[in-house]
């Protein structure tokens, strides 16, 4: 059986040379489709180029590695490929024909025609947000079921395997496996040799893979050589019930672990054969705790299950329940979505697995080793670009997603930054990047040399922490990092009208002094603790920090305009400069409303103007543009026709047959291909769901043309809408005029009168 990768990608050109897909696909044939995505371990994808059946290639892992999963059925003796590209010395095969693929928030549905018989598989990765139990399961479901399509009673069994590529990202490797029996047939595969928290090429080295179904009537198993156990059943339409013990490497001979099932006498639709498949590992992550000592953390789903045989017992016989609430939530975000556009609905219903695919929930161990779930956090894998743990610029454009679906999961994304940096480890004045450098080691940044984003970061906390509050009435987050958020603010306040030279979330454009996109971020984020301050009973500093933010939005405005009044610079002075100006997103997000209206309407006459055929660039720089903040800015313009051009535009991109890999958001908006080496796969595709999120914005933020009021979750508290008046500086507090930044008269914080002139002295004029 072939497994280099070459090889693979020979054998996708050769598939996709053959030019578009054949088969009816609901809404669109993506680039790659997701069958088994709900950890950054739990990641299998169909890479689809120009149209890849399910049995033209063998699934991936995000990466692009192999993981060896193969589907056949007998029909009335004839053996049929249904999945895989598995290679059977000595048997006749023949191909199953794909009809169709369906895809929405949570499942792909393949039609695969066997003769007389058409196969419908259904890949399912639940997503619910609401149950944290449900939710951080690391198991997906596929099933199989046969209905004949002549009319007449045709003899069927169906057969499916995974290989030990599953558990590692190097196929030399020792594998081990054992096969439990039962109501539940399960086979568990792992590494000889674990090594807790590591990696090779982007694999955790710990932990089991699961493949496991109900043994119902007619159900039999088997392990051994990929071709033996698939002759086998290709010959005779059952398996062994036996287990190879010769324990090896994953390229080996190929180890498998088989099912199969007998379907008897077909004729109308049979009920579904359900198989689980998961990777299991315990502990998941190491978290920094006071001291740099370092906590270890277990998936949430063990505060419910004793071992992973109940879990996945559970989880297979709910698979009636849990396809009926997917099918739910399915029709929930269609609905919501098809309020905006039929096209903004394809858009979001290949983004949402994708982006909690990144995630995991966990929790604490108690000494006497029972689970706490007292200390529920969640932690996000930046994948493909960096691997870093909870990237506030990475969680920051994904933020939509959680918003929409539960805002809790939000908070417990944020709180592993909050509580890391309150314990004073972090050196810097401004928020941390990250929580660690890769994944899952969430080891913090003690010497303070994580990736300097200060601005980006520091706003980016502020916005998430305002819209959570607003979103849930739950004003923990402020009450308890007050101090800290305010910390944050004196930094915005010091670098925010005119930035110094920085990176930016767009970090691989490079860093660029005085950007006007960033400065939007830096002067929202004042706002927002403006009115976190209110919401904390602090007048007098929402006072001030209104002041400051409307002070700065006016300034701002004469700095950042082109010459010719008719667009946003890129950055201050460059008239001939522009970009996407996707951070006045926030604006309307939070209800903050301090940017003036004639900003959004410039903007979205420029826009119009700027459009190419898969979307506006991200400035002036590049052709490329980012598929999350074409989003975000169409959530910012005030007409239908051109918030549809930007959701247009990279629904153009998702669907046009040039790329073979997950989702990626980095692209080039002429020709419509994934920058060369960019990230894929990444969480960042949440932030799709930004016109979903719009939807429940507090009173007077929500754009006109979004027209959407559906979407999951309580509307938040109404926001302030700012101030547009210049400062005066007499209302500052006479009494602390002469603080510099940073400093405290052990009350209230305000912004000297001399950090204030030097500001305007740096060119920014009232």
Do not use: C
Request: net charge negative; glycine share 8%.
């Amino acid at each position: 059986m072939m497994r280099l990768f070459a090889i693979s990608l020979i054998l996708l050109n050769a598939a996709t040379a053959l030019g578009a897909a054949t088969w009816n696909a609901e809404p669109f044939n993506p680039a790659s489709v997701p069958l088994a995505v709900r950890s950054p371990y739990l990641s299998a994808w169909l890479a689809q180029g120009q149209g890849t059946a399910l049995n033209d290639a063998w699934p991936t892992f995000w990466t692009g590695s192999i993981l060896g999963w193969a589907g056949l059925a007998k029909v009335d003796g004839q053996a049929y490929i249904w999945m895989g590209q598995p290679g059977i010395p000595n048997v006749n095969t023949t191909k199953a024909t794909q009809q169709s693929l369906q895809i929405t928030s949570t499942q792909s549905v393949f039609v695969m025609t066997a003769g007389p018989v058409d196969l419908t598989i259904t890949f399912l990765s639940p997503i619910e947000p609401s149950d944290f139990v449900n939710q951080s399961l690391p198991l997906s479901y596929y099933s199989v079921s046969a209905a004949s399509t002549d009319g007449k009673s045709h003899s069927v069994q169906v057969y499916a395997d995974i290989s030990a590529e599953w558990v590692s990202g190097d196929d030399t490797l020792i594998v081990n496996w054992a096969t439990t029996t039962g109501d539940v047939l399960s086979h568990e595969v792992k590494l000889a040799i674990q090594t807790t928290y590591t990696e090779i090429n982007d694999r955790i080295q710990q932990g089991s893979a699961f493949h496991s179904t109900l043994n119902t009537v007619g159900a039999t198993f088997q392990t051994g050589e990929d071709v033996v156990v698939r002759a086998q059943f290709a010959t005779n339409g059952t398996l062994s019930n036996t287990q190879d013990t010769s324990f090896r490497a994953v390229s080996d001979r190929w180890p498998v672990f088989a099912f199969a099932h007998d379907l008897g006498a077909v004729t109308s639709a049979t009920s579904p054969v359900v198989y689980s498949i998961g990777h299991v590992r315990d502990p998941v992550v190491q978290y920094i705790i006071v001291n740099a000592d370092t906590q270890a953390r277990s998936s949430y789903f063990w505060t419910r299950f004793a071992s992973i045989g109940d879990a996945i017992s559970t989880f297979l016989n709910d698979y009636p329940n849990a396809l009926a609430r997917a099918n739910a939530f399915d029709a929930q975000v269609k609905s919501d979505a098809s309020k905006i556009s039929a096209d903004y609905a394809s858009l979001v219903a290949l983004s949402i697995r994708q982006a909690f695919g990144a995630t995991e929930i966990t929790v604490t161990k108690n000494n006497d080793g029972s689970l706490d779930n007292s200390n529920t956090l969640m932690f996000m894998k930046e994948i493909s670009s960096d691997g870093n743990v909870n990237t506030v610029d990475v969680i920051y454009p994904s933020w939509p997603l959680f918003l929409y679906t539960n805002a809790t999961l939000g908070k417990q994304l944020l709180l592993p930054l909050f509580e890391y940096q309150t314990t004073g480890q972090y050196p810097n004045q401004y928020s941390v990047h990250d929580m660690g450098a890769h994944y899952p080691n969430a080891t913090g940044h003690n010497d303070g040399k994580d990736e300097a984003m200060p601005v980006e970061e520091s706003g980016n906390m502020l916005i998430m922490t305002l819209s959570y509050a607003q979103r849930t009435g739950d004003l923990s987050l402020i009450k308890i990092y007050f101090s800290l958020l305010d910390q944050w603010t004196q930094f915005l306040i010091t670098d925010s009208l005119i930035p110094a030279n920085q990176l930016s979330t767009d970090d691989f454009a490079g860093a660029l002094a005085n950007q006007t996109n960033l400065a939007i971020k830096g002067i929202i984020g004042i706002q927002a603790m403006a009115e976190i301050a209110k919401l904390n009973d602090d007048e007098a500093r929402a006072s001030n920090y209104s002041l400051i933010a409307a002070s700065y939005v006016q300034q701002w405005q004469k700095l950042a305009t082109s010459s010719d009044g008719s667009h946003l610079t890129l950055s201050y002075g460059d008239s001939n400069s522009w970009g996407i100006a996707y951070n006045l997103y926030a604006d309307k997000l939070l209800g903050t409303n301090i940017f003036p209206s004639s900003v959004y309407d410039m903007q979205t006459a420029w826009y119009a103007e700027k459009d190419n055929a898969f979307g506006v660039p991200l400035d002036t720089r590049h052709t490329y543009s980012k598929s999350d903040w074409q989003i975000w800015t169409a959530g910012t313009v005030t007409s239908t026709t051109v918030r549809d051009q930007f959701v247009r535009a990279v629904l153009n991109y998702a669907s046009d047959a040039k790329n073979n890999q997950p989702l990626g958001d980095l692209y080039d908006t002429i020709d419509g291909t994934q920058v060369a080496n960019s990230g894929h796969a990444r969480p960042v595709v949440g932030g799709h769901l930004a016109l979903l999120a719009l939807a429940n914005a507090p009173t007077g933020s929500a754009t006109g043309p979004t027209g959407t009021t559906g979407a999951t979750g309580a509307t938040g508290a109404t926001g302030s809408s700012g101030s547009n008046s210049t400062i005066d500086t007499n209302g500052l507090n006479p009494a602390n005029s002469g603080l510099s930044h940073g400093q405290s008269d052990g009350s209230t914080l305000y912004v000297s009168l001399g950090t204030l002139a030097a500001i305007l002295l740096a060119g920014a004029p009232l």
